[in-house]
C-alpha cells in the first residue's frame, strides 16, 4: 500500500528532474551558441586584421578605388539592415504567440538575405570576369577571403532559419522553436553588425 502511494509521489520527482534536465539542455546549448559566436568574432578580427595589413599590396595591380563600384555596396548594405529589422519584428511576433507573423517575417528575412547574396555574388562574378581574382594581389586575396567568409556566413544563416521555418509550421511555437528564433536572431544580427565593419572599412576607407 505504501508503494502505491509513493508511486504518484516517484512520478512526480521524475517529470521534474526530466524538466529540469530539459532545461540544463537548453541552456548548455545558449552556452554552446555563444562559445561560437565568440570564436567568430575572433575569426573575423583575424581576417580585418590581415586586411587592414594587405590592403595596400597591390602588386602593380588595381587597388579599391578601381574596382569598387559603391552605389552597388550601398544596395547590399540596404538590403542587410533592413533584414536585421525583419530578423526583430519574427522575434516581436513570437514573444506575443503569433506564428502566423513569426514565419512571414522569417521568410521575408531569407528572402532579403537572398537578395544579399545575390548581389554579393555579381559582385565577385564581374571583378573575375575583368581579370581581378584572389590570386591577382595580396589586397585582393584579403578582399575575397574577407567578404567571402562573410557571405558564406550569410549562406548558413539563410539556411539555418529555413530549417527554423519548417519547424515553425510543423510544431508551432515551442520552448525549442522560441530558443532557435532567439539564437538565429541574434546570429543575424552580429552578421549585420560584421558587414558595418565590412562596409565601413573595406569599401568607404578604400574609395576614399
Known sequence: MSNHANHPHSQALAHEAGHDGHHDLEELRKFGFWIFLITDCILFSVLFATYLVLHHSTAGGPDAKEIFEMPGVIVETFILL???????????????????????????????????????VSEFVKLVHEGHTISTSAFLSAFFTLVGTHGLHVTVGIFWITGIIIQLSRHGITPVTKRKVTITSLYWHFLDVVWIFVFTIVYLMGVM
Open 82 to 120: 533592413t533584414s536585421s529589422f525583419t530578423s526583430g519584428l519574427a522575434v516581436l511576433a513570437m514573444n506575443v504567440g503569433n506564428r502566423k507573423g513569426l514565419i512571414g517575417w522569417l521568410v521575408v528575412t531569407v528572402l532579403l538575405g537572398a537578395c544579399f547574396i545575390g548581389l554579393e
